[in-house]
């Protein structure tokens, strides 16, 4: 199950590449679309190994993708048995 993801807004993308060269477990590339403004924004590739660590939104000089993490499915069983 995945851990995290990320949220890409494709117009905002220049197509550096920085999140796809950071990604530590390898889920991003370069898409071959184009989007308006004639740049290749990333798209997902095995988005399972997602960790949500946020690096290629940490490096992204756009704004344009962020990583998040999944709500821990165990530790919120382990709040509600409280």
Do not use: W
């Amino acid at each position: 199950m995945p851990k995290g993801s990320v949220a890409i807004t494709t117009e905002r993308c220049k197509g550096c590449g920085f999140c796809v060269e950071f990604c530590p477990t390898h889920v991003l590339e370069l898409s071959n679309a184009f989007n308006a403004k004639g740049y290749h924004p990333p798209h997902m590739l095995n988005a399972e190994k997602c960790s949500g660590c946020n690096l290629c939104g940490m490096y992204c000089p756009d704004f344009a993708i962020f990583g998040y993490k999944y709500p821990d499915q165990k530790a919120q069983k382990g709040e509600q048995g409280q």
